[in-house]
């Protein structure tokens, strides 16, 4: 396969690396990646061991107060390079990440571009770490904020974007002067170690220290949990489902640690009786299939008015029909494999709860066979008609299942629907009624932290602040001010005075032994 050689990348490879320097590997136990394109085992990787651990954390340790001594343009110059290295290997890392993850070709792509998107906007980010300057109560005295690199900040990733979600971590973490230490998934390591050979050619051509970009392919329960309860970790910038942010949310919260938490989404779309259909059946054919369902931001639940709800059902059972599932390298097929065997039994049990519920499979439901592969990753897409109180509508199943929901009456009852679920990560309201879409918008509209008009749920613009509230744990990662929540921030008052007034009006007077008599 010529991409794993134009990215480097060899049969066996260490796990574990201080950002230019890979720990030697022999001894340690394997993680053989296989692709759910084919069923090939293509690379082994050794784990991480609890010793390359405390070696990856004290190289960290030492690089922070150098990396953090930079100043911050300093440092976007060198994500600005790492950006450009990013374009030289975009189709390679692009082709890997498509067939380690299962996603098309075009959505590999879109995320190595992600990627070299948040690298330009840090540039520009690194000369824009400013804090704001108020009004003091007190005279001669001025009163501001100033934020500072805040430390070690530990990064895990899921599975199903196995670089974009690094990249909206470490890029804005580096331009805020911290170092980072990364735990991508077990199911998608090659793309992690095929990035930091990339980063770490940037990192060696400019003469940087060990342990700035560091990465640690290890198990959940012995490497992942170490970085939750490390107190030289001040930050976990964790991205995964709901019940691992539990855990995660806990275990770092015990010693006061800072978290990031992007969680699972069991986002809505709602179609007014004022929607133009030829903008909603492409958006909803796009955001539930897209990825084979396995993005956060995935349309899960279709909410549809009662007069349109046949019209619109007609379109997509035609769309699904339409549909090419195969090989995702290429470009002919919509949709590609789940990402495993666990994921796929996943899916199975969910349509079998679908039924059980009480509602109807419309499309699809099963797994395929006897395609020209080995992989047993294959589902169809799955069209569900279902009602809104099942338990099974109110979970998130990483899978491509929609759920068609009919709603009848005003906007306000397709809103208290979108909101019923536990997350709230992305919304979508397609309509041409001004009354609908800013009432959706409004305090009483929709409760997710993304909220969509005439567009998808699925799929976002790295400018914005990405992220969501409820059971989706309030992070927010990316773009708009979400680099504060890298930096420690401090609220400075100075006295340029020759008095000492208190604030509030405070009085407290010492009076010393020699001016009493
Ligand atoms: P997962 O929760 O199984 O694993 C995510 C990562 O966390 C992996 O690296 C895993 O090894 C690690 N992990 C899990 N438990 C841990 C623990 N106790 N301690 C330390 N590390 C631990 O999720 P997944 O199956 O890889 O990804 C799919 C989930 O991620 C979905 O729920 C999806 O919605 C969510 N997701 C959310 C966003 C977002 O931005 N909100 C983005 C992508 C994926």
């Not at 007609?314 to 919509?334: D, M, V």
């Not at 397709?414 to 409004?442: C, K, M, P, R, Y």
């Not at 749920?457 to 059971?471: C, H, L, N, Q, V």
């Not at 007034?501 to 010393?512: S, T």
Request: charged fraction near 20%; aromatic fraction near 8%; charge should be neutral.
């Amino acid at each position: 396969m010529n991409f794993l050689d134009a990215l480097y990348l060899e049969k066996t490879m260490s796990g574990t690396s201080t950002g230019t320097k890979w720990l030697a590997h022999k001894g340690r136990r394997k993680i053989i990646a296989s692709s759910p394109v084919d069923g090939e085992a293509f690379a082994g990787i050794h784990k991480a061991t609890p010793a390359d651990y405390e070696h990856v954390m004290a190289q960290a340790e030492v690089a922070f107060p150098l990396w953090r001594a930079l100043p911050a343009p300093k440092r976007g110059e060198i994500v600005r390079q790492i950006g450009l290295r990013l374009r030289d290997f975009k189709l390679p890392l692009g082709t890997l990440i498509s067939y380690e993850t299962g996603k098309p070709l075009q959505e590999g792509l879109g995320e190595v571009q992600e990627v070299i998107d948040i690298c330009d906007y840090c540039v520009g980010q690194a000369r824009m770490l400013y804090g704001m300057t108020t009004v003091s109560e007190r005279p001669d005295h001025r009163l501001f904020e100033q934020y500072h690199p805040l430390g070690i900040v530990a990064i895990i990733t899921a599975f199903n974007f196995p670089v974009a979600v690094w990249g909206w971590n470490a890029m804005i973490a580096a331009i805020c002067g911290d170092v980072t230490v990364w735990k991508p998934s077990s199911k998608a390591p090659v793309s992690a170690i095929a990035v930091q050979k990339i980063i770490a050619r940037v990192l060696e051509h400019n003469g940087l220290p060990e342990g700035i970009f560091s990465l640690l392919i290890g198990d959940r329960n012995t490497i992942g949990e170490k970085l939750l309860i490390d107190r030289r970790i001040p930050l976990v910038s964790f991205t995964g489902s709901v019940d691992s942010g539990r855990i995660v949310a806990q275990k770092v919260g015990v010693r006061l640690g800072k978290t990031i938490l992007e969680l699972g989404g069991n986002n809505a779309m709602i179609i007014t009786e004022h929607a133009d259909l030829r903008l909603a059946i492409p958006a909803v054919v796009f955001g539930a299939v897209g990825t084979a369902g396995q993005r956060c931001t995935t349309t899960r639940r279709l909410l549809v008015h009662g007069s349109c709800y046949d019209d619109v059902k007609k379109h997509l059972c035609r769309a699904y029909g339409s549909l090419k599932i195969g090989n995702p390298l290429l470009e002919a097929n919509h949709m590609g494999p789940l990402i495993d065997k666990d994921a796929v039994k996943v899916f199975r049990k969910a349509v079998k709860a679908i039924i059980n519920q009480g509602g109807t499979i419309l499309f699809g439901g099963n797994i395929l066979k006897n395609l020209e592969y080995s992989s047993v990753c294959y589902v169809e897409p799955t069209l569900a008609e279902v009602e809104s109180h099942y338990p099974i509508v109110r979970k998130e199943t990483f899978a491509p299942i929609l759920y068609l929901i009919r709603y009848e009456g005003g906007i306000e009852n397709a809103i208290a629907l979108n909101n019923q679920v536990d997350q709230g990560l992305a919304s979508a309201i397609f309509s041409t009624n001004h009354n609908q879409i800013e009432t959706f918008l409004s305090a009483r509209g929709s409760d997710c932290g993304i909220a969509n008009v005439n567009i998808g749920t699925s799929g976002a613009e790295i400018g914005g602040a990405f992220g969501g509230e409820k059971d989706t744990g309030g992070g927010r990662e990316s773009g708009s001010d979400s680099w504060k929540a890298y930096m420690r921030r401090q609220t400075v008052t100075v006295n340029y005075g020759s008095s000492l007034p208190l604030a509030q009006g405070i009085k407290f007077v010492i009076q010393e032994e020699g001016e009493r008599s």
